[in-house]
């Protein structure tokens, strides 16, 4: 990890580089998100991983072939329609 401070400026539009070296040091690819937490004088970045929604509903789908159940699209849909439903009727 860089041991020594780096130091970038903010552009008039608000945007800030991340120096070369730590892009590299850390993986960091273009259109990788971020949370941003402030407070005070400092400003906190932590890189946003995602989950990878596509593995999640596979791993799903293959725990779903061993117990022998199968849904239909129109099932999965109607599911996900419930879940939605809920989650807005829990937010009022």
Known sequence: MTQEPLVTTVSEKGQVVIPQALRKEMGIKPKTKF????RGNTVIMKRLELPDIKQEWEEVFRMMD??????????????VEVGRRERRNRKR
């Open 35 to 38: 949370l941003v937490f402030g």
């Open 66 to 79: 061993r117990k022998e159940l199968r849904l239909t699209q129109k099932e999965v849909q109607a599911e």
